[in-house]
C-alpha cells in the first residue's frame, strides 16, 4: 500500500513537468489576453459617422481634408518610377483578430530584403497587414468583396499604404494558412510559421496613387496610398467565411469598411 502511495505521489508531481514540458516543445503559448472594451466600431452608436465625436484624437474622421478611402473616378495619368516590392518568405506570422478586422504583425526581426517597397527612391518596410469587406476603396463607383491593406512605415514615420483588391474565385496556397483558420473571436489570434509576401500581390503592379489617411479612428492624415488596380483572389467560401465575422451581423452590419469620403480636391494619379 505505500508502495501504492509512492507511485501515485510521484506520479501527480511528475505529470505537471510533462505537461510543461508537452507545451513548451508545442512553443510558447500566449497568456489569455483580456479584452478592452470597443471605442469605435463600424455599428451604432459608435460607428463611422460617429468616430470623430468618440475622442477629441479622432476629430479628423470629420474634419480631415484628405481622408480616406476615396471612390477612384478620373485620375490623372502619369509616369512615374514602378513600385518596387521586395518581398519574400518570413517565419512567425502573428494574426489576430483585434475587434475590427483580421491583422497579421510581421516581425521586426524579418530579414528587410523581404519585407520592403521601394516608392519613387524611397525604402518602407512591411509593418502589418489587416482585410476589409467590402473593399474600402472603390473605382468608378465599383466595389470588390475584400480589399487588403498593406502598412508600410519609413524615414520620418512615413506611411504609405498599398490597398489590393481580393476576389473570390481561385485558391491562394499562402493565404489559405490565414484563412482556413481565420481568428473566431475578438483577441484570438494564432502563429503562422511561415509565410510568403510575395502571395499579397499580383504580378501587375500598376497603381493609382493620392494623399490620404487611415480609414480607421484616429483618421490621421499625410499616408500615401497605393491602390493597385489588378486583384488577387482566395476561395469563394474563404470570402464567406470572412464575411460571416464581419458582414451582417449586430457588430458589422455593412461590413468593415468605411464609407468613400469627399475628394477635397485630392489629386488622384493612375500610374501603368
Not at 183 to 206: D, R, W, Y
Amino acid at each position: 500500500m505505500k508502495a501504492l502511495s509512492f507511485r501515485l505521489c510521484l506520479s501527480a508531481a511528475v505529470l505537471p513537468v510533462l505537461i510543461l514540458a508537452a507545451a513548451h516543445a508545442a512553443g510558447p503559448q500566449k497568456p489569455a489576453a483580456v479584452c478592452p472594451p470597443d471605442t469605435w466600431g463600424y455599428h451604432p452608436p459608435i460607428g463611422p459617422e460617429s468616430w470623430a465625436k468618440i475622442s477629441p484624437d479622432y476629430t479628423q474622421c470629420a474634419d480631415g481634408r484628405e481622408q480616406s478611402p476615396i471612390d477612384i473616378v478620373s485620375p490623372h495619368r502619369v509616369s512615374l518610377p514602378p513600385l518596387v516590392f521586395s518581398y519574400g518568405t518570413i517565419n512567425g506570422l502573428h494574426v489576430e483578430h483585434n475587434g475590427h478586422s483580421i491583422e497579421a504583425t510581421v516581425s521586426a526581426q524579418a530579414p528587410a530584403d523581404r519585407v520592403t517597397l521601394r516608392l519613387q527612391g524611397v525604402s518602407y518596410r512591411l509593418q502589418r497587414f489587416h482585410f476589409h469587406t467590402p473593399s474600402e476603396h472603390k473605382v468608378g463607383g465599383s466595389t470588390q468583396p475584400m480589399e487588403l491593406h498593406l502598412v508600410h512605415e519609413g524615414p520620418g514615420g512615413k506611411t504609405v499604404a498599398v490597398g489590393v483588391f481580393i476576389r473570390g474565385n481561385q485558391a491562394n496556397a499562402e493565404l489559405s494558412k490565414i484563412f482556413d483558420r481565420l481568428p473566431q473571436s475578438k483577441c484570438e489570434s494564432s502563429t503562422v510559421p511561415s509565410f510568403n509576401l510575395q502571395a499579397l500581390l499580383p504580378a501587375n503592379h500598376a497603381s493609382y496613387r493620392y494623399e490620404g489617411s487611415l480609414t480607421t479612428p484616429s483618421c490621421g492624415q499625410g499616408l500615401q496610398w497605393v491602390v493597385l488596380k489588378a486583384p488577387i483572389s482566395i476561395k469563394t467560401e474563404q470570402v464567406v467565411a470572412f464575411r460571416r465575422l464581419f458582414w451582417s451581423e449586430p457588430l458589422f452590419p455593412h461590413g468593415n469598411s468605411r464609407p468613400v469620403q469627399s475628394l477635397n480636391g485630392q489629386v488622384e494619379t493612375d500610374v501603368p
